[in-house]
């Protein structure tokens, strides 16, 4: 169409003739114009579906197999408690005289991970995560053992008045984060959850393997885990920051590593919702 215009132009401007006669497009043009038309057309949907269209990886394994540590059998619970907010002081104190028993009871095989109250989020909010030395055996262990320890029934009674709601997950590890070890503060955490497209945790692994090489330089990963039981297709990344401002600049500087965009691009459309807490630890708190 620019040429048809330009050449109008320069026969009007040559010839004296002023502006050409309207024109009719050859059948042939029109024919061609709609095929070049249908091809973009085309090419823009295969291109916009190469952002969104992502293919199941064919492997007839279980996702816990494929991307959990190998070396360990430990299985990992996250709860999430919301408080009445005129309770969170009483329900602080409560968790902070019984929880570290469980942790320190050798009989148990468990530990506390960390415990925090979420501070920018969902408000009035705790977060604990627990480890299972041994997977769902050792789960089961503690579980039937701490229905026969009075001290936890009652605390669990006198917990329940105070809440408004409460979920957990049972989550395993990914083989290629960093384990969650107690560390000293002060730090604040961020927890950012992902709920994924069903059918992507392959591919989500397969990123983040490479992407995680990129968040090692303050050593702010704490920890990598998806879901087994509970709202499935999750993935949790527990991250360690100094301050706010800390977070801000630790963050943006990810973005100067030649290969952190690219790996973005590719792993947002993975994701259906995604959630950010930025969270305090309790006194009792392994991770401070």
């Known amino acids: 169409m620019a040429t048809r215009v330009l050449l109008r132009r320069s026969l009007g401007g040559a010839g004296g003739l002023g502006r050409a006669g309207p024109r009719l497009p050859a059948r042939g043009s029109l024919a061609l114009r709609g095929l070049a038309s249908s091809t973009n057309r085309a090419g823009e949907d295969s291109w916009l579906k190469s952002l969104f269209v992502r293919k199941v990886d064919p492997r007839k394994d279980a996702h816990s197999n494929l ?25 602080n104190k409560l968790c902070q005289e019984v929880l570290p028993k469980i942790h320190e009871e050798k009989h148990y095989p468990c530990a506390l991970v960390g415990t925090w109250n979420t501070w920018y989020g969902e408000q009035d909010q705790a977060v604990h995560l627990w480890r299972y030395e041994g997977g769902y055996p050792a789960l089961t262990e503690v579980m039937n053992k701490l229905r026969q320890n009075k ?64 968040r090692q330089d303050n050593n702010e990963a704490v920890g990598g885990f998806f879901s087994q ?36 691009y590719y792993t947002v459309p993975l994701i259906q ?8 630890p309790l006194k009792i708190s392994p991770l401070q």
Do not use: C
Not at 234 to 258: C, F, G, P
Not at 273 to 280: A, D, G, L, Q, Y
């Open 67 to 91: 991307l959990a540590k190998k070396e360990t059998s430990s299985l990992y619970k996250i709860q999430f408690h919301n408080v009445k907010p005129e309770y969170l002081d009483a329900y």
């Open 151 to 214: 001290e936890f029934t009652e605390f669990r009674k006198e917990r329940g008045n105070m809440l408004l709601s409460r979920k957990n997950q049972l989550l395993l590890e990914f083989s290629f984060w960093n384990e969650p070890v107690p560390r000293e503060g002060p730090n604040i955490y961020e927890l950012r959850s992902y709920q994924l497209r069903p059918g992507t945790m392959i591919e989500w692994g397969n990123y983040w393997a490479r992407a995680i090489r990129f």
């Open 229 to 264: 039981i509970g709202q499935l297709y999750m993935v949790h990344h527990l991250w360690a920051y100094k301050d706010l401002q800390s977070r801000e600049d630790t963050r943006n500087s990810a973005w100067n590593k030649h290969g952190w965009d690219e790996l973005v």
């Open 273 to 280: 919702e995604m959630e950010s807490r930025i969270m305090i």
